[in-house]
């Protein structure tokens, strides 16, 4: 086969691969647009709610409540949210080397995404892979996976786990993410809520909110219940979020550098190619010759 064709059947080949990863990091930047207005107004929401609870357990707490209590017994769980899909650079490496450094602090290990359970696998690690997405469309996936909560709550009330904490990427900007650990439960509004049970300046003012219906511990309970799902809530989409930033980063870089192998096999392939057709000529001419 003649050289020059080898490198044509190459570059048609590369092409189709850059194409691939413009249209990966095109949909990525459209992604990440939405995501960091929702990360946002989740991260809003969550604090308004820890003021709003801290506020209200000067009226309303109740040591007896299972998000609030520090256990003794029961494992301790950390949750890992990776992702399934590649073309990330080393965000995923970043998460399993910190989970290796953290796990004998850990009785138990989940890992979400088929990514990370794959790195970890590779250390002979032991741990529980819980599979959310299962299916190409975006939005769906993201909340299977925000979904993911509310098992783990239930887990928690049965005394499953008496700690809850999950590991994850956080979105810092395009170019930095940065493995995350947080605490799940018991929530650590504990201390903040036992403050404002004391008393704090604007509390002993004697502003607050008694709210009479259904009950006190009926709104107190709603808003911590409110208030898990949306911190797991913003946890995963925060993490969505970071993969998203490394995926856009990875394949720009990725084409870039593409592109400049493209343009080294097209030289190659222009030098064969008009080698070939001088070759061709003089074939031509000497048999012209000879006639």
């Known amino acids: 086969m003649k050289h020059y064709l080898r490198f044509r059947d190459e570059l048609r080949s590369m092409r189709e691969t850059d194409e691939t990863l413009r249209i990966m990091e095109k949909v990525a930047g459209s992604h990440i647009h939405i995501l960091r207005k929702r990360v946002a107004s989740l991260v809003a929401y969550k604090e308004q709610l820890e003021r709003l609870i801290c506020r209200l357990a000067h009226f309303y707490w109740n040591d007896r409540h299972p998000f609030f209590q520090r256990r003794e017994r029961g494992g301790r769980l950390l949750v890992v949210l990776t992702g399934?899909?590649?073309v990330v650079g080393?965000?995923?490496?970043?998460?399993a080397e910190r989970a290796l450094q953290e796990r004998e602090r850990w009785d138990h290990l989940w890992v979400v995404g088929r990514r990370g359970a794959q790195y970890l696998q590779e250390e002979g690690i032991p741990f529980r892979y819980i599979e959310t997405e299962g299916t190409v469309d975006f939005d769906e996936a993201l909340q299977r996976k925000a979904s993911l909560?509310?098992?783990l709550f239930q887990?928690?009330?049965?005394g499953s786990f008496r700690e809850i904490?999950?590991?994850y990427p956080s979105f810092r900007s395009l170019a930095r993410q940065e493995a995350k650990l947080e605490q799940l439960l018991s929530f650590p509004l504990v201390e903040e809520a036992q403050r404002g049970r004391e008393g704090k300046e604007e509390i002993r003012s004697g502003d607050g909110l008694p709210i009479f219906e259904?009950?006190?511990w009926g709104v107190f309970d709603a808003l911590v219940q409110r208030y898990g799902?949306?911190?797991f809530r913003a946890m995963v989409f925060d993490a969505t979020l970071a993969e998203l930033a490394a995926r856009m980063v990875a394949a720009e870089n990725a084409s870039q550098e593409l592109e400049q192998q493209m343009l080294i096999l097209h030289r190659r392939y222009l030098k064969e190619w008009h080698g070939e057709v001088s070759r061709k000529q003089i074939e031509a001419f000497v048999a012209h010759q000879a006639v």
């Open 165 to 167: 904490a999950v590991l």
């Open 90 to 95: 080393g965000l995923f490496h970043m998460l």
């Open 84 to 86: 399934d899909r590649g």
């Open 214 to 216: 259904p009950s006190r």
């Open 149 to 151: 909560g509310n098992y």
């Open 229 to 231: 799902d949306i911190a």
């Open 155 to 158: 887990a928690f009330l049965e």
